[in-house]
C-alpha cells in the first residue's frame, strides 16, 4: 500500500535551493509529500523556475500591491486554505508575517533560519557569526510562533566557522546543511514522528525539550 504523504504548501522569496531539496527528496522517495503549491512573494524569484520544472504550481503574490501586511496576508491565507496542507514550509520568505496569519497556522507553519537560534534572528546572520569570532555557525528548523525567527526548534545543524570563511563561503555550507535537515524534519511529520499542537512538541510521544544536532551528517538527541 502506498504511503500516506503529507501535503504541503512552500513560500518562497528567492533562489529556492531549500524548496529544491524538498522537491529532490520527494523524487528520491526520502519525504513522502506532496507539494500542492509554491507562493511567492516576488516575481522574480529563481524558486518560481525550480517549481514550474517540476511541475508543481505556482502563484505570485507580490506583497507591493497590497496596502498593508494583514490583507497580503489574509491573499496568501486564500489561495493555501482551499488546499487543505498538512504543513506552511517557509523556505527562504523575506517577509514577516502578522499576528493573524500565524494564529491562523499555529500548529503547521515552519521555517527554517540560517543561524542556531536564538542565536542571530533577522538578516546578515553569516557575517554575524563571522564578526562575533563563533567557532560553530548553522541554522535551525522550527515551528513559527509571533516573534521574529523564534517557535520551538526541531533540529539544528552545526557548521564550523573556518579561519578563511567569508559570509558567502560561511553561507554555502550553511545552506548545504538546511538541504538536508528541512526534509529531514518534514519525513518526522510524515512518519507521525513528530506533532506540535501550537504548544507541545512531541518526538515518538515525548516532549522533545531540547533541539535535535545535526552534526558530522549524524542525528543526535
Ligand atoms: C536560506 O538560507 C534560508 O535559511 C534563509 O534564506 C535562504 C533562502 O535560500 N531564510 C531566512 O533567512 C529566513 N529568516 P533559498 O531560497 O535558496 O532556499
Redesign the pocket.
Given at each position: 500500500m502506498a504511503k500516506k504523504k503529507i501535503s504541503l504548501v512552500v513560500l518562497?522569496?528567492?533562489?529556492?535551493?531549500?524548496?529544491?531539496?524538498i522537491i529532490d527528496a520527494i523524487k528520491n522517495q526520502q519525504l513522502d509529500a506532496e507539494i500542492k503549491t509554491v507562493i511567492s512573494n516576488q516575481v522574480t524569484?529563481?524558486?518560481l523556475d525550480r517549481a514550474a520544472l517540476a511541475d508543481i504550481e505556482t502563484h505570485v503574490v507580490d506583497h507591493k500591491q497590497f496596502p498593508d501586511r494583514q490583507t497580503f496576508d489574509r491573499a496568501l491565507v486564500n489561495i493555501i486554505d482551499p488546499l487543505r496542507p498538512d504543513l506552511v514550509v517557509?523556505?527562504?520568505?523575506?517577509r514577516i508575517l502578522s499576528d493573524g496569519f500565524i494564529d491562523h497556522f499555529h500548529d503547521r507553519l515552519v521555517?527554517?533560519?540560517?543561524s542556531l537560534l536564538p542565536k542571530y534572528?533577522?538578516?546578515n546572520?553569516h557575517q554575524m557569526a563571522i564578526d562575533n569570532h563563533d567557532a560553530v555557525h548553522g541554522?535551525s528548523v522550527h515551528y513559527v510562533s509571533h516573534e521574529?525567527?523564534s517557535g520551538p526548534i526541531v533540529i539544528q545543524a552545526e557548521v564550523p566557522v573556518l579561519d578563511s570563511d567569508d559570509k558567502n563561503s560561511l553561507?554555502s555550507r550553511?545552506?548545504e546543511q538546511?538541504h538536508k535537515i528541512y526534509p529531514m524534519m518534514l519525513q518526522m511529520v510524515a512518519d507521525g514522528r513528530l506533532t506540535f499542537d501550537g504548544e507541545q512538541l512531541n518526538l515518538d510521544n515525548k516532549p522533545l525539550h531540547k533541539p535535535l544536532l545535526w552534526k558530522n551528517n549524524k542525528l543526535s538527541t
Open positions: 518562497i522569496s528567492g533562489g529556492g535551493s531549500n524548496l529544491q531539496a524569484a529563481g524558486g517557509l523556505a527562504g520568505f523575506m521555517n527554517i533560519h540560517p534572528k533577522g538578516l546572520t541554522a521574529l525567527d553561507a550553511v545552506l538546511e
